[in-house]
Nanobody, 125 residues
Framework: QVQLVESGGGLVQAGGSLRLSCTAS????????MGWFRQAPGKEREFVAG????????YYADSVKARFTVSRDNAKNTVYLQMNSLKPEDTAVYYC??????????????????WGRGTQVTVSS
């Protein structure tokens, strides 16, 4: 079992920055990949970024590439999402998720077994 808790969301103006954190408990954190997803009202949940167990490999959706950075600190059981140059279209509930398969980083939500409750990010224009 893995429990995930996100924090760091909020209201920010366009062009601003936020850093989301997701702290895990339960299963050994350094043994699985992590992903960040988001869901805007009326839209499907979409992949934002992912990171492998070691932090050596990261993956991004095209819409956030060069603006967002995913990282992890295995000693703190925490994964981060640094979001810069935020746009109104980034407004969504952001979720972290754990993929315990041990097969790399996936982009599909169904692959992830454990989810946090989400944190709201609102970007005003």
């Amino acid at each position: 079992q893995v429990q995930l808790v996100e924090s760091g969301g909020g209201l920010v103006q366009a062009g601003g920055s936020l850093r989301l954190s997701c702290t895990a408990s339960g299963r050994t954190f350094s043994s699985y990949a992590m992903g960040w997803f988001r869901q805007a009202p009326g839209k499907e949940r979409e992949f934002v970024a992912g990171i492998d167990w070691s932090g050596a490999r990261t993956y991004y959706a095209d819409s956030v590439k060069a603006r967002f950075t995913v990282s992890r600190d295995n000693a703190k059981n925490t994964v981060y999402l640094q979001m810069n140059s935020l746009k109104p279209e980034d407004t969504a509930v952001y979720y972290c998720a754990a993929d315990v398969r041990g097969m790399g980083v996936a982009r599909t939500p169904v692959t992830y077994s454990y989810w946090g409750r989400g944190t709201q990010v609102t970007v005003s224009s």
